[in-house]
């Protein structure tokens, strides 16, 4: 079995740089919700130091480009790499918006890196973004040839580690913080353990992982050391979906905080159905700013009689709980987090449940089919249709067009 997981090169930046191709070479960055922070950055950006999560105001912006996140265009140019990814493998995984494993076990391994290259170079030609590919019996191996594969230009955009001596190179110059499924803590408890590279930790014992790391580790260590043992669909599962946001202006009037906190319902809910998953519990919270003479937290855990993913049955919980705590208050950010989430299929039928079931899962059935054809929330809620100064919430100075999404923004060209 052999892996190749494909990974879009700076992808925000790179979906941004599709209709402007006059940006290529120059530093550009994108930003996050507010304009707040940097979330992504071209190398030329890097070069000029700027790190990841650094605030804008404090960046000097000369000769340097910046966009508001666009995720309607970053999702849509996402769907177009995914798709043509899928015609080149019997399966594929999609990891995160810009992150895919495709299953290369149809190919011989002779054959693997020249099929890879000839993607590559597809996938920039029909879609406009560049990707880098990492091949590697394991799924934590093909992440780190990724890495090389996107740091080196001598390798066309494809690494592979096919044998043994290929492996302990690529893992004793990278940094154990950096393999895939080491995060913060663990990376504290090797590195006191005296474990710096990856083969640092590969070539310690299996006891020594476990003892460390618990099953997560352990399973770590047996990718490094050449043994498939992780399913993608355990990390890719989420066990909490949640959306949130800080708002430029406080929030005073309820109406205006449930059409935003619908909208996050509705977000979530989405989310949890494409993971055919069930949410037994949700969160509700809003709250003043920490800074703000008097802190006011509204913070509502919901426990639901059912276990649900319907999008009508949510906002009518969390519209419930947002009443009952309701206060009026300059609420500076809100959310909802959607947690206890369980297969769809491996509920039990309630006895007492008395719910009209089968409507409504057609009814919901029907509505995402309509919003997949005719645009997100061609239906929505009738509170969501409520006018309100939401416009003024979030701060987007450079929001790009959607070119690919809107009709209104399609490129005109004068002939």
């Known amino acids: 079995m052999f892996y190749a997981l494909c990974d879009c090169n700076n992808f925000f930046v790179s979906c941004e740089r599709v209709f402007r191709p006059d940006l290529e070479g120059k530093p550009v960055v994108v930003l996050s919700g507010n304009d707040g922070c940097v979330i992504s950055r071209s190398n030329e950006a890097k070069a000029l130091g700027i790190k990841m999560g650094e605030p804008w105001f404090q960046i000097d912006a000369r000769d340097l480009t910046a966009f508001s996140s666009n995720f309607s265009l970053y999702g849509d140019l996402s769907s177009r790499v995914m798709s043509l990814l899928s015609q080149y493998t019997p399966r594929l995984e999609q990891y995160s918006i810009d992150e895919a494993f495709l299953h290369a076990d149809h190919l011989p391994v002779a054959a693997l890196k020249s099929y890879y290259e000839k993607v590559v170079k597809l996938v920039r030609k029909c879609v406009g973004i560049p990707i880098s590919i990492g091949l590697a019996p394991t799924k934590t191996l093909a992440k780190i040839a990724s890495k090389y594969a996107k740091q080196y230009a001598g390798y066309h955009g494809v690494c592979i580690i096919d ?3 290929k492996r302990r190179i690529a893992l004793q110059t ?4 950096d393999v895939w499924g080491i995060g913060r803590q663990a990376h504290k408890k090797l590195a006191s353990a005296g474990v710096v590279t990856a083969l640092d930790f590969a070539e310690r014992s299996p006891e020594f992982a476990k003892n460390l ?11 490094l050391n050449g043994s498939d043992c992780i399913d993608i669909s355990d990390r890719v599962e989420r066990q909490s979906i949640s959306q949130s946001r800080t708002f430029l202006h406080p929030i005073v009037d309820r109406v205006t905080m449930e059409k935003v906190l619908i909208d996050f319902t509705t977000y979530c809910a989405e989310k949890l159905r494409k993971q055919k998953g069930l949410c037994q519990q949700m ?5 003043t700013s920490r800074f703000a003479e ?3 937290v509204i913070h509502q855990v919901i426990t639901l009689p059912f276990p649900t993913n319907i999008t009508s049955e949510l906002v009518s919980y969390m519209l419930a709980a947002l009443r009952r705590k309701w206060r009026v208050c300059p609420y500076k950010k ?7 989430i369980v297969p769809a299929g491996q509920v039990q039928q309630m006895l007492f449940d008395e719910r009209p079931k089968e409507r409504d899962e057609r009814l919901q059935k029907a509505i995402d089919h309509i919003n997949m054809q005719h645009g997100k929330q061609a239906v929505k809620t009738a509170a969501q249709l409520i006018t309100t100064n939401t416009q003024v919430l979030t701060k987007q100075e450079r929001l790009s067009p959607c070119y690919t999404t809107n009709i209104q923004d399609i490129l005109v060209l004068k002939c």
Do not use: D
């Open 294 to 296: 008097e802190t006011r």
């Open 283 to 287: 969160i509700v919270y809003a709250h």
């Open 163 to 165: 044998t043994e001596e």
């Open 174 to 177: 990278f940094p154990v913080a």
């Open 334 to 340: 809100a959310g909802v987090v959607l947690t206890t």
């Open 213 to 223: 790391l618990h099953k997560p580790g352990l399973l770590t260590w047996q990718e």
